[in-house]
């Protein structure tokens, strides 16, 4: 629409006005526009910085470090102590759970499916093979793949002599290869995730190995991440660190300066882990056994007898989460039987030899270390048990001789070889005293004056026999002479 401003020059000045007033409102209304955009793009921006730094500070974790350590042999009972703590990290959302190592013999059947807890655990889990000179055997080499973050401590190592995975022999060719196949890629994908090298895992699953702290460190890219002398070092070396979840969150790790919370096992677990050891199984079923046989060798009240069986039981419990070859636990208990026999057979020790060797023998193969390598009871405590038993034995068979060869101590013929007192002359028939009671007595060789001693030599009749002691005196200088 066009105004004219050319009739008169005070309508012409009005419409010039009303122009300029239009081009104002018309500028002022760009700028706020401009502005209303500015302050959007600033505000949106504030936005993604705050999402940005509350991402952030998400990831960067700053909960409790807890640590566990493992020692003994790893069983389904130091299983379930390492599922509580990681279950107790988890639901405090730790900034990590950190399993310290110690431990080299292992059960197979119970430490690979832990493994996999650990690789699909919800927070950062530290492996961590330390002090110096710990072997950690088949448990570090599962539990240092499946682990956020590998670590050692110096002159370490893990992993085993003999193959990893204990196949069947009765299965076909291509079945053990599929098996060994499936061990073989899940090493591999939980090193693979975390960046660690797996040109070992072929060789360690089929044929066994063995790799050290610096061949791990050395390898490229490295087979474990890190090697800290102690914990102190270790947290250091963390600090810092971005790991990678199962579930694909990545969490920074905020380590220095901070201090671990120990996780210790409780009393029952403890208790448990004890008796799980194969020596300590082996030595109370021994000694279980020997109260048996004691209860056997001096019959009592039975209260050797009831220890003996609550001792056997204890070590069964313990046996029981080992894999425990039963043909030579049978055996140990052959042997304990034969040891048994030889109090009752006129064998001259040669039984309770045979017992020893088969005991010796059983225990040496008690444990079937193809399931649960680097597991076996100690060779001093199989040998100072031989030593025990035969020396058991050779005082149980004292026992039951002595107890045979003395004379009967009860009753009438337990007065036969007693010393008597004349109380009445024996004229061949008199009386005497003796075990604190009068007897009526025939003298052997004639007469015997009241207070004098005689021996008794029979009982007859409920009249003792007896005989002068100097009758006997004389009787042995004859055979004497």
């Known amino acids: 629409m066009m105004i004219d401003c050319s009739v008169q020059n005070g309508v012409k000045t009005i419409c010039s006005g009303n122009s300029n007033r239009l081009r104002r409102q018309t500028m002022s209304l760009g700028l706020q526009i401009q502005l209303q ?109 499946a682990a956020a ?32 196949d499936n061990v073989i890629q899940q090493l591999r994908d939980w090193n693979t995730s975390h960046g660690r090298n797996t040109d070992w895992i072929d060789r360690a699953v089929r044929d066994g190995a063995i790799i050290n702290n610096e061949q791990a460190i050395a390898t490229n890219p490295p087979t474990v991440d890190l090697v800290a002398r102690d914990n102190t070092e270790l947290l250091t070396l963390l600090e810092g660190r971005t790991v990678e979840l199962a579930n694909g969150q990545q969490v920074q790790l905020n380590t220095l300066g901070q201090t671990t919370t120990p996780i210790a096992p409780t009393l029952w677990e403890q208790f448990l882990m004890f008796i799980t050891s194969p020596t300590v199984a082996f030595l109370l079923l021994v000694m279980g056994a020997i109260a048996i046989y004691a209860e056997i060798v001096t019959p009592g009240i039975g209260v050797l007898a009831g220890l003996g069986v ?16 039963w043909l030579s636990f049978v055996g140990v208990l052959l042997a304990f039987g034969i040891v048994g026999a030889d109090l009752f057979v006129p064998s001259h020790g040669a039984l309770t030899v045979i017992g020893i060797v088969i005991l010796v023998v059983s225990a040496l193969t008690l444990i079937d270390t193809a399931q649960a390598p680097n597991t076996f009871i100690a060779l001093w405590a199989i040998a100072m048990v031989a030593l025990i038993v035969a020396a058991f034995a050779a005082i149980g068979l004292w026992l039951i001789l002595r107890t045979r060869n003395q004379p009967i101590a009860t009753g009438q013929e337990g007065l036969v070889g007693r010393l008597a007192e004349v109380r009445k002359r024996l004229e061949p028939e008199g009386m005497v005293f003796v075990e604190g009671a009068l007897w009526r007595a025939i003298s052997e060789d004639g007469e015997v004056e009241p207070g004098d001693w005689v021996r008794v030599t029979a009982v007859y009749d409920l009249r003792l026999v007896v005989r002068r002691l100097e009758a006997e005196a004389e009787a042995e200088g004859k055979l004497r002479l």
């Open 149 to 180: 973050i590998a670590a050692m401590a110096p002159d370490t190592s893990f992993g085993n002599s003999t193959p990893l995975a204990n196949i069947d022999a009765l299965l076909s060719e291509q079945t053990q290869n599929l098996l060994l």
């Open 37 to 145: 955009r500015l302050i959007s793009f600033l505000a949106l921006l504030i936005i993604l910085l705050v999402g940005a730094a509350s991402t952030s500070a998400q990831n960067q974790s700053n909960g409790p470090i807890y640590q566990v350590e493992v020692e003994g042999i790893v069983t389904d009972v130091t299983i379930n102590y390492l599922r509580r703590a990681l279950d107790q990290a988890e639901a405090s959302s730790a900034t990590a759970l950190i399993i310290q190592l110690s431990s080299d013999g292992s059960v197979l059947r119970s430490i690979r499916p832990f493994a996999g807890e650990l690789a699909e655990a919800e927070v950062p889990v530290v492996v961590y093979v330390a002090p110096t000179s710990t072997e950690a055997g088949a448990a570090g080499t599962f539990f240092l793949s």
């Open 310 to 325: 609550v001792l056997i039981l204890t070590a069964l419990g313990g046996l029981l989460v080992l894999p425990v070859r």
